[in-house]
T-cell receptor, first 115, second 118 residues
């Protein structure tokens, strides 16, 4: 059973460019959350998707957008990249179907460097 | 807004010894969840232990246990019989489930780097 997968592993972009990061959730999961982890910091919540809609959003500008596909996979898009967007981007998947809290399983992350 | 504070940027422990990592949080919710996550150099965030706020009994998972003090909003992690593989960044995190049935966002502390003394 494959866990959460993310692509690419590493990415280098220049300021002003756009980037798309991809995430495939763990089998059986329908919810995807994205987090940004700057160097030496804890992850910060960006947004969460289920049923192909953004359901919750953290304190991130509109340059950060996302999408969820019918197969539950998700994309994170960042436009007009800034140096400060350099970080590890983590995807986490979970399920809304169980009666109790469901663990969020994390992927290995995508390391984005903006030059 | 919920906040999570980890006051120890770095801790060290000798193999086979016990270490305790501290965490405090702030919330106005009555029903919530607390977590300790481990992030080794490989970057993969791994759940170590989870505590439901409505449960008075402290959670345990093998060598890992927590001291949950709800009134004090404190949630410390104790690692017993420390092993080399325990060296990693440890994050304390908070969450609650919203009325729509989805898992609410995780709010993380800044982390504590645990290193092993030779």
């Amino acid at each position: 059973d494959a866990g959460v997968t993310q692509s690419p592993t590493h990415l280098i972009k220049t300021r002003g460019q756009q980037v798309t990061l991809r995430c495939s959730p763990k089998s059986g999961h329908d919810t995807v959350s994205w987090y940004q982890q700057a160097l030496g910091q804890g992850p910060q919540f960006i947004f969460q998707y289920y049923e192909e809609e953004e359901r919750q959003r953290g304190n991130f500008p509109d340059r950060f957008s996302g999408h969820q596909f019918p197969n539950y996979s998700s994309e994170l898009n960042v436009n007009a990249l800034l140096l400060g967007d350099s970080a590890l981007y983590l995807c986490a998947s979970s399920s809304r179907l169980a009666s109790s809290y469901n663990e969020q399983f994390f992927g290995p992350g995508t390391r984005l460097t903006v030059l | 807004a919920q906040t999570v504070t980890q006051s120890q940027p770095e801790m060290s422990v000798q193999e086979a010894e016990t270490v305790t990592l501290s965490c405090t949080y702030d919330t106005s919710e009555s029903d919530y969840y607390l977590f300790w996550y481990k992030q080794p150099p490989s970057r993969q965030m791994i759940l170590v232990i989870r505590q439901e706020a409505y449960k008075q009994q402290n959670a345990t998972e093998n060598r890992f246990s927590v001291n949950f003090q709800k009134a004090a909003k404190s949630f410390s992690l104790k690692i017993s019989d420390s092993q080399l593989g325990d060296a990693a960044m440890y994050f304390c995190a908070y969450s609650h489930k919203d009325s729509g049935g989805s898992n609410y966002k995780l709010t993380f502390g800044k982390g504590t780097l645990l290193t092993m003394n030779p």
